[in-house]
């Protein structure tokens, strides 16, 4: 669900007064994109990312993977361009003008394409990561091969790069929740609707690439929320639901969302969807 949980798609010619793109921002940085920390830190933790790593993220998002990989002493350098409006935030976390400053003053911010990240009076890249899972969409990792092939040049040879995914549909609770998205898309038929991820998706993507693969591992990655109305926005913000809001409209696909979230409502009014995320490794050649 991108950097990010998924692929963030824009809405369709004709709907975008339905969507307020900066809240939409908001909620994704300040409710969704901690789901994915667990996943961060364990593909950190296995290639070891520390003061001599010099880390592309490409989709970065609203930057949390940055900031936890710089926090680790890395520099930093985030490309993004799907959404302007995430890119602001993360230049907000990650700007020397922010609250803390330690180990962020080097990050570099960009939009647009991994080939903007080039930068001949530097070294080479050591990492290059895509967290945005795909695996969910139709039509997902389309386009992510390309943009691959334009980031690895930067990096050093036998460098890792990192590509994430959802985990398959019996490990995700939330596969239960992403089902409204194809019942009410269904009828547009088109890139941007819900799809089971499958189990070679990622390695489909590193062999059009042209990359090697080198390991791959399944984080735990629980989605959990404060209340009904959080997990909405919260899921939302993912884009996953955009083409179901372009097939009807938003108060529809709020009102099956908001039911098709009941049943991991706790007691105590939270909401908790466990879920399981795979991530490859793979190395420029």
Not at 224 to 236: E, F, K, M, N, P
Request: charged share 20%; net charge negative; proline share 7%.
């Amino acid at each position: 669900m991108t950097p990010t949980l998924v692929r963030q798609h824009l809405p369709h010619a004709g709907s975008a007064a339905r969507v307020d793109l900066c809240a939409r921002a908001r909620d994704w940085s300040e409710i969704q994109e901690r789901m994915l920390v667990p996943l961060y830190e364990a593909v950190y933790e296995r290639v070891e990312v520390g003061p001599g790593t010099r880390l592309l993220g490409l989709g970065c998002g609203s930057g949390l993977a940055l900031l936890m990989a710089a926090s680790r002493g890395a520099a930093v350098t985030g490309v993004e361009s799907a959404s302007p409006d995430r890119l602001t935030l993360a230049r907000q976390r990650l700007t020397p003008e922010a609250w803390d400053t330690r180990a962020r003053a080097g990050a570099r911010l960009l939009e647009g394409s991994p080939g903007d990240a080039a930068d001949p009076e530097a070294p080479a890249y050591t990492l290059v990561t895509a967290f945005e899972p795909i695996g969910c969409l139709a039509g997902d990792s389309e386009g992510l091969g390309g943009t691959l092939a334009a980031a690895t040049p930067l990096a050093e040879r036998g460098a890792p790069v990192v590509l994430a995914g959802w985990g398959p549909p019996e490990r995700c609770a939330t596969t239960s929740v992403l089902r409204v998205a194809t019942k009410l898309a269904d009828p547009l038929r088109s890139t941007g609707s819900w799809r089971p991820a499958l189990r070679d998706d990622l390695e489909e993507v590193a062999q059009r690439a042209g990359l090697r693969p080198d390991g791959s591992g399944r984080v735990a990655c629980p989605f959990g929320y404060a209340d009904v109305d959080s997990a909405v926005r919260g899921l939302l913000s993912t884009g996953l639901f955009d083409a179901a809001i372009n097939a009807t409209d938003q108060v529809q696909v709020d009102k099956e969302l908001t039911e098709a979230l009941h049943p991991h409502q706790r007691r105590d009014g939270t909401v908790w969807m466990p879920n399981v995320f795979r991530y490859l490794i793979a190395r420029v050649p």
